[in-house]
């Protein structure tokens, strides 16, 4: 493919996405295929001679189209969102034509420079504590993860050097070993898993703190655990707080939680996921005070912020506390600037070294949004989870079973778990829409979430209607 040809083609392909997002919702929601699908509608190997670009494109709609779940149907109501706009796919291109490998500042430095930038202005539009912007002379500052899985472990291991480092400065004959085998790691039960995957993957303990009634970890509780181990001759230190838990969207009490942390010497990060796009909007930041006892906090743009996947954005308080814990430098990768203070180079604050120019895609989606676009996105999305709550509670056989804080409700029909499981079993089998359910407190949830940015309240109400006359016929076939 040349460039005249890659022209057309580009066109042609713009046309082809666009055409797929504007007529998404006549497709099925969720696919009709059995594992194992895929392989045999195409060759056992990589063809010889080249393929025609048209056999290609043809092959998408054949192979592909009928294995996708349509994450972006204004059906889909699954998991969280995955953020999704035109000006983010156009950044996108625009990355991929660079195609620069981001690792240091010589490497381009205007993928490491937009990127510090884009943190700063996303974390003043959070109205973060300024101690982790990174300014011109900030000791803070913020980073583009993969994914929240990522930061969590990131801020994990960073914690893990911190504490070792320290115990050592107290007792320089203790050894890395044994101090390793003392650590103690804190999560809420309602936590993600990926959260205990990180204590896995960092090779340290972790205990999972309970929840009050609505979720969500309170200082008391993770006292009382706390003073037991210590007591145990364990040594806490790090503490992983949860704003808008996966199962519920619960908001762990960080005002409390934090002074606890800071008191324990315990490194505290904030995931916050999902909620922590709805923090732009005035009336839901006061969920984020505590913020400024936080050693670090993460959050997901690439969920419910308009910009495609992948982009999690991250913030330390001291960088030098990431940096300290994954900095190496081998001759090729050293520059003359690397020293200078201006400078960061990124491949220090993160598992992999490479990295995509993905603060474009921020740049773009918030010059063209703008916050007010971006804050009026999270409102009408907050708006619909409402009115699909207010149905829910309308219909005397249903119950609602955490708070509508945010885009997610938790509900179920009245009855046993078997019942909910038979209903969401024949609500993925519809394809119609689609749910992923949870577990709260011993009973079988279904969650509905509003995930895509075409969403509209007739989707909210053809959804209801299909839900309510699938349990109908279910609860005639229990009566029968």
Same mark, same amino acid.
């Given at each position: 493919m040349d460039a005249a040809e890659f022209r057309r083609r580009g066109k042609e392909m713009v046309d082809h996405v666009a055409d797929y997002l504007e007529k998404i919702e006549e497709r099925p929601?969720?696919?009709?295929?059995?594992?194992?699908? !895929?392989?045999?509608? /195409?060759?056992?190997? @990589?063809?010889?001679?080249?393929?025609?670009?048209?056999? *290609?494109?043809?092959?998408?709609?054949?192979? *592909?189209?009928?294995? *996708?779940?349509?994450?972006?149907?204004?059906? #889909?109501?699954?998991?969280?969102?995955? @953020?999704?706009?035109?000006p983010a796919m156009l950044a996108d291109m625009l990355c991929s034509a660079i195609g620069c490998i981001g690792f240091s500042w010589a490497a381009s430095p205007a993928c490491t420079e937009l990127e510090t930038v884009m943190l700063d202005w996303l974390g003043k539009m959070l109205q973060l504590p300024e101690c982790f912007l990174a300014g011109t002379h900030g000791h803070g500052g913020g980073v583009i993860q993969g994914t929240a899985s990522e930061a969590t472990l990131v801020s994990l291991l960073a914690a893990r050097c911190k504490a070792i480092r320290r115990v050592q400065l107290l007792d320089p004959k203790k050894s890395e070993a044994e101090i390793l085998s003392k650590l103690v790691a804190y999560t809420s039960e309602q936590a993600h898993s990926s959260v205990e995957r990180a204590a896995l993957i960092g090779a340290v303990m972790m205990k999972k703190v309970p929840t009050d009634s609505l979720y969500a970890v309170r200082g008391e509780m993770l006292k009382k655990i706390l003073e037991e181990d210590k007591a145990a001759g364990l040594i806490p230190f790090y503490f992983c707080a949860t704003l808008g838990t996966t199962p519920s969207c619960a908001f762990d009490h960080i005002a409390d939680l934090g002074p606890l942390c800071n008191q324990e010497n315990m490194w505290m990060h904030i995931d916050a996921a999902y909620a922590g796009s709805a923090f732009i909007c005035p009336e839901f930041r006061p969920l984020l005070n505590g913020v400024e006892y936080a050693d670090s906090f993460n959050f997901n743009p690439h969920k419910w912020m308009l910009i495609n996947f992948d982009c999690s954005a991250m913030w330390v308080k001291k960088r030098t506390d990431i940096i300290g814990a994954f900095k190496m430098e081998p001759l090729y990768l050293k520059h003359e600037n690397q020293e200078s203070g201006l400078v960061t180079d990124y491949r220090h604050w993160q598992i992999p070294l490479g990295r995509r120019f993905r603060s474009l895609k921020m740049?773009?989606?918030?010059?063209?949004?703008?916050?007010?676009?971006?804050? @009026?996105?999270?409102?009408?999305?907050?708006?619909?989870?409402?009115?699909?709550?207010? !149905?829910?509670? @309308?219909?005397?056989?249903?119950?609602?079973?955490?708070?509508?804080?945010?885009? !997610?409700?938790?509900?179920? &029909?009245?009855?046993?778990?078997?019942?909910?499981?038979? &209903? !969401?079993?024949?609500?993925?089998?519809?394809?119609? /829409?689609?749910?992923?359910?949870?577990?709260?407190?011993?009973? #079988?949830?279904?969650? &509905?979430? *509003?995930?895509?940015?075409?969403?509209?309240?007739?989707?909210?109400?053809?959804?209801?209607?299909?839900i309510t006359q699938l349990a109908f016929e279910l609860l005639q076939e229990h009566h029968h």
């Open positions: 929601v969720y696919p009709d295929v059995e594992p194992g699908y !895929l392989r045999s509608l /195409i060759p056992t190997e @990589a063809p010889v001679e080249p393929d025609s670009y048209e056999d *290609i494109m043809k092959d998408v709609e054949r192979v *592909i189209m009928p294995g *996708i779940t349509h994450w972006h149907s204004p059906n #889909f109501f699954a998991y969280f969102p995955a @953020a999704s706009s035109y740049w773009f989606v918030f010059r063209m949004y703008g916050l007010q676009g971006l804050q @009026a996105h999270i409102r009408k999305q907050v708006g619909l989870a409402k009115e699909f709550e207010s !149905l829910v509670r @309308a219909d005397k056989r249903f119950e609602i079973c955490a708070p509508v804080v945010m885009g !997610l409700v938790c509900f179920r &029909l009245k009855g046993t778990n078997e019942l909910n499981q038979s &209903l !969401l079993k024949k609500i993925t089998k519809s394809r119609e /829409i689609h749910l992923v359910p949870c577990q709260l407190s011993g009973s #079988f949830v279904l969650r &509905l979430a *509003i995930c895509s940015r075409s969403t509209e309240f007739r989707h909210i109400q053809q959804a209801w209607q299909h």
